[in-house]
């Protein structure tokens, strides 16, 4: 499938999808939302990739927000059919099977940082710059932020944020809970390659039924969550990539998962 927005490459089990538009820090337009959502599309019955690493084209962007020219030239009317359109693609990156990756190699504002909160997790470069100046436009984040962000970060760490639409350093973030890891900005690239590549090598039919756990019990109580745990486990238990994770495990060799 061909795009002129975003470039979807694979390197064994481990695909990367970088969004291109570096004249224009790599800013979320109308061509790429609808193009991230027919990749993502997909990606629904993929099996040969494991994990997705989500990233931007060059050293100074991962995501430099919504492209504010298009924006202003939208009719107002059309408002919420565009926050509609950009929360239902992130909400599929976040449902994505396999586990995916942001890599935020430079600035990540407003619909970046977005597009970042609905991978599982973020690794940045200590270079990066992320928050959500929408109010400085006299805008609110409209593609998930206030939700993702007050669930990662809490909520008055999330009101603090979105409220200033101050930028702040990869390493603040990492302190707030918002990005899980920082490198430097050389090393990046291996982190993120090097944890990606032990995550392809767990059990998919694990690993997909451990984000269903995570995701839909996070927001339910212990007790329902628990339960949920119970039933996925009862899943995970039948399946072939158990028989033979554990069996490997047995015969001192490794495991040859292969989703069932």
């Known amino acids: 499938m061909a795009f002129q927005t975003i ?23 109308a061509s790429v939302i609808h193009e991230l959502g027919e990749c993502i599309t997909s990606l629904r019955d993929e099996t040969e990739l494991r994990v997705l690493i989500v990233t931007g084209a060059g050293e100074k962007a991962f995501v430099a927000g919504a492209d504010i020219k298009e924006m202003e030239a939208r009719d107002p009317g059309t408002a919420r059919e ?6 239902r693609v992130f909400q599929m990156i976040e449902d994505l099977h396999m586990p995916v990756i942001a ?24 270079a990066a710059k992320m928050g959500t100046p929408e109010v400085s436009l006299g805008l609110i984040c409209g593609y998930g932020g206030t939700q993702r962000l007050s669930r990662s970060a809490g909520k008055a760490t999330a009101r603090m944020i979105t409220l200033t639409g101050d930028l702040y350093s ?16 050389t090393e990046l690239a291996e982190t993120v390659k090097k944890i990606a590549t032990k995550i392809a090598s767990r059990s998919p039919k694990a690993l997909k039924l451990t984000k269903q756990s995570v995701n839909r019990g ?35 060799r490794t495991p040859r998962f292969t989703g069932r």
């Open 103 to 126: 890599a935020v190699n430079g600035f990540a504002l407003g619909g970046g940082l977005e597009l970042a909160l609905a991978c599982d997790f973020i690794i940045a470069s200590r």
């Open 170 to 185: 990869a390493e603040q973030m990492e302190k707030w809970g918002v990005v899980a890891l920082t490198c430097e900005p």
């Open 7 to 29: 470039e979807l490459t694979r390197d064994g089990a481990i695909g990367t999808l970088t969004i291109k538009r570096p004249e224009a820090m790599n800013a979320l337009n």
């Open 82 to 87: 565009m926050a509609a359109e950009g929360q």
């Open 218 to 252: 996070f927001d339910q109580s212990q007790i329902e969550g628990l339960k949920l745990e119970a039933d996925l486990f009862h899943q995970a238990f039948q399946s072939e990539d158990r028989r033979e994770g554990t069996r490997a495990f047995i015969e001192k």
